[in-house]
C-alpha cells in the first residue's frame, strides 16, 4: 500500500505528562540523508525551481492561447495536455521542499528531491515531444501555414524545454548520501 511506504521508518511512542495524560507522537527512527549542493545552499535550489517552474508554466500555458491551427491535430494535443500532470508534480516536489539545512528523513528526499527529479524528465520528454510534432507539422502541411501563429508556438515551447533542460543539468550537481550513522 502507498500509504505504509515510510511506515518502517517511524515507531509510535506514547509519553505522560505530569498530570497524568497520555499523548503519542511519532517519533522517526529511519536512516537520515545529507544533501550536498556544489554551488549555493536549499534556499536557492529552492528559490531557483519555483523560478524555473513559473516560467516554464507560463511559457506552456501562453502558447495553448495562441490559436495555431497545430493544436488542432492529435498528436500535438495529447502531449501537451499531458504536461500538466507533471508539472503538477514538479509544483508539489518544489512545495515539499525542506526549508531547513540537512539531514532530511527519507520521505522528505523521496516527496521532494526525488519526484522533482523524476517530473522534469517527463516535463522535457514532452516539450521537446511537442516541439518536434510541431516543427512535423510545420513542414509536412498541405498547403499554406500561418507562420505567424505557429511559429511563437513553436518558439514558447522549445524555449520552455531548453528552460527546463539547463534545471535539468543544474540538478545533476545536487549529490544525496546517506548520513554516517555514529
Known sequence: MVGNKYA???????????????????????????????????????????????????????????NNPGMRHIFLMIPYVAIFLPLYYLAAGILALPKSPSPYRRDQIDLSFMRIRASRRYLTILLFAITIAEVAFFLTSPGGIDARLEVPFLIMEAAAGVILAIYSFLQKRITIKIQDQE
Open 8 to 66: 518502517q521508518d517511524y515507531e509510535i511512542v506514547t509519553q505522560q505528562d505530569t498530570r497524568g495524560h497520555s499523548s503519542t507522537k511519532l517519533q522517526y527512527h529511519g536512516k537520515y540523508y545529507e544533501v550536498f549542493f556544489e554551488n549555493g545552499n536549499i534556499r536557492h535550489f529552492r528559490i531557483t525551481s519555483i523560478i524555473v517552474l513559473l516560467i516554464a508554466l507560463v511559457l506552456h500555458v501562453g502558447a495553448g492561447f495562441i
